[in-house]
């Protein structure tokens, strides 16, 4: 069993950049395969990025493709999202995933993920 906190978010101009962390607690972090979703208020959880257990494979959803960069560090138990060019957009709360999983896939549904995060909130002014 993981469990997950994320750290990093907060008010930013559009244009500018976020780096969220999220740290995981349990020694076996390095087998998990790890996603980052993000919900705004009345919208269903959607999928933002997602990296296999050693960092070597990596997938984004379209709309953030190019300007979001998905990493882990297993050393520390933590994986990463950095945040470049941001739009002004609905406030979203950004949660992290995990799923034991050694083979890759793309994992992309919210279904396909086992543990979560509290998430943080991410704002992006105009």
């Known amino acids: 069993q993981v469990q997950l906190v994320e750290s990093g978010g907060g008010l930013v101009q559009a244009g500018g950049s976020l780096r969220l962390s999220c740290a995981a607690s349990?020694?076996?972090?390095?087998?998990?395969?790890m996603g980052w979703f993000r919900q705004a208020p009345g919208k269903e959880r959607e999928f933002v990025a997602a990296i296999n257990w050693s960092g070597g494979n990596t997938y984004y959803a379209d709309c953030v493709k190019g300007r979001f960069t998905i990493s882990r560090d297993n050393a520390k138990n933590t994986v990463y999202l950095q945040m470049n060019s941001l739009y002004a957009e609905v406030p979203a709360v950004y949660y992290c995933?995990?799923?034991?999983?050694?083979?890759?896939?793309?994992?992309?549904?919210?279904?396909?993920?086992?543990?979560w995060g509290p998430g943080t909130q991410v704002t992006v002014s105009s």
């Open positions: 995933a995990a799923v034991p999983r050694i083979t890759w896939r793309a994992l992309t549904s919210v279904d396909e993920y086992d543990y």
């Open positions: 349990g020694r076996t972090f390095s087998s998990y395969a």
